[in-house]
Structures are given as C-alpha cells and as structure tokens.
C-alpha cells in the first residue's frame, strides 16, 4: 500500500512539475518588438544602403527609439546616423500601433500597421509608403 501512495505522490508531483514548466504559460512578446529597418518608399523604391541603417529599436516596455541615417554634406560622404529619437509606442488594434515622440513642445504622433505575417511594419508620408523590415 506504501508502495502504491509513493508512486501516485511521484505521479502527481511529476505531473505537476512539467505543467508548471511549460513555455505556454510564458507571456508572449509583441510582435511588434525589435529591429525593423527601412526597406521600401513608394516613391523612390528600395531604400539604398544608408538609408536601410535607418531603423526602429522598439521594446517591450512601450518605448522605442528612432535612429535615422544620412550622407554627410560631401557628395559621397560617409553615411552616418544624423539624429536619433525617443518615444512610446502603444497597440491600437490586433495590426495597428499608434508610436508618439515628443521634441521640445511638440508631440508628433504616427500609425505603424504590421503586414505580410508580421514581416513588414508600414506607415504612410502623405501618399508615400514607407516599409520597414527585420533582418
């Protein structure tokens, strides 16, 4: 009797222990969450090698920064970063966040929308399409 009341005990805490254990009952991360760098304008196509150093640094915890990048004043002047931006960024549906900066007094705020199975981050300039990507 001793015998079967150890291995139920057995059972019951190796059960229990794979369920606490599971990876499903880690929190999801955002997809939104990551790198993205430019990638595509519909008005000037495919974003050249500096302008694909252009990149969101977006986290979990609602922040993200901005660094956008530039040829120098030379005619071929080296790329480099020409400023970098802070803000917070926020989920507005299932696809669409809402990211916001805030420079000087002014608050700028722009809607980003995930596409292509959360490959593509997009946002319209206007009439222009603007794509970023993860590498």
């Not at 302008?51 to 480099?80: P, V, W």
């Not at 917070?88 to 705020?109: A, M, N, P, R, S």
Request: hydrophobic share 30%.
């Amino acid at each position: 009797m001793k015998k079967v009341f150890l291995f139920m005990m057995l059972s019951v805490l190796t059960s229990s222990a794979l369920v606490s254990c599971s990876k499903d009952d880690e929190p999801k991360k955002d997809p939104i969450v990551g790198t993205w760098y430019a990638a595509y304008s519909s008005k000037t196509g495919i974003v050249g090698d500096c302008g694909q150093k252009t990149h969101f640094q977006i986290l979990e915890n609602y922040t993200f920064s901005l660094s956008a990048s530039n040829r120098n004043s030379s005619k071929y002047g080296d790329c480099e970063i020409e400023y970098t931006v802070n803000g917070k960024w926020e989920k507005v549906d299932d696809k669409k966040y809402k990211l916001t900066i805030i420079v000087k007094d002014d608050k700028y705020e722009k809607i980003y929308q995930l596409r292509n199975n959360n490959k593509e981050l997009i946002t319209y300039d206007g009439d222009e399409e603007l794509v970023f990507k993860r590498k």
